[in-house]
């Protein structure tokens, strides 16, 4: 059972890096997913990380959806949901089946790669045909499933297929709130996420919720790229310290 009144400053520091996070990931479309890990792992431990991120990531989404609902492109999130939700299940039960130590292992491999990822699909001139866009929302679901900070990923896909400035995010927000949810009720379910989690999740999520409106103000001020050296630098430093859990 987590006490609070152990770890308040690294509660408060979660809850800060939170509204940072989201600020910038509004900025983007992802980013938070990447950088709050490495803030709570501290504080929920590793195997509790994903389910709690869950429950932050959907209020987080939820607030994009809110902030941006008139630019969301609903036929491409019919598309990537169609397939889509039922792996991003399906990907949600297998990560309760990992032991702590995979986890961790899981999570620093996916972040340490998420930084050329990024570059590599920002670089990447690949379409998607609107049928091969259900095949992208199936794997990015499993992925999703599994995983926090897939965002990268998700956007990528969206780009790929003309979706681009405030429509991106917004597409992207819906979409990631539908499987959010799913998740966070798959968690439940399994008791992968009890209510002393689901409540660091609702404090963090909370705290990300205004960020959505302040990069929505800062959108068309400050490109997207100003913040990726700084996200990348947490990123890695997150990557090597979830890998050292995973081996020490």
């Known amino acids: 059972m987590l006490n609070f009144s152990e770890n308040p400053w690294q509660l408060g520091l979660a809850c800060l890096v939170a509204l940072v996070a989201s600020t910038l990931g509004g900025l983007s479309g992802f980013g938070t997913g990447l950088v709050l890990p490495v803030f709570l792992a501290p504080l929920v431990g590793v195997g509790n990380v994903i389910p709690v991120m869950a429950v932050a990531m959907l209020l987080n989404n939820a607030s994009r959806v809110f902030a941006f609902w008139q630019d969301v492109h609903w036929s491409h999130v019919r598309r990537m949901l169609a397939l889509g939700l039922p792996a991003c299940a399906l990907g949600a039960y297998g990560y309760t089946l990992l032991s702590p130590k995979w986890i961790a292992a899981l999570l620093g491999v996916f972040l340490l790669l998420s930084v050329p990822l990024r570059r590599s699909l920002r670089k990447a001139q690949f379409r998607f045909s609107p049928p091969a866009e259900f095949g992208a929302g199936a794997v990015f679901g499993f992925i999703n499933g599994g995983l926090t900070g897939t965002g990268v990923i998700l956007i990528s896909m969206l780009m790929s297929v003309g979706v681009g400035g405030s429509t991106l995010v917004a597409t992207d927000a819906v979409i990631s709130v539908v499987m959010g949810f799913a998740k966070v009720v798959l968690f439940s379910k399994l008791a992968s996420l009890d209510s002393h989690l689901a409540l660091v999740g609702l404090l963090v999520g909370l705290c990300t919720v205004p960020g959505a409106f302040v990069a929505r103000a800062l959108l068309e001020r400050i490109p997207a790229g100003v913040h990726a050296w700084f996200m990348e630098t947490v ?13 020490s």
């Open 235 to 247: 990123v890695i430093a997150g990557a090597a310290s979830m890998l050292w859990h995973a081996w």
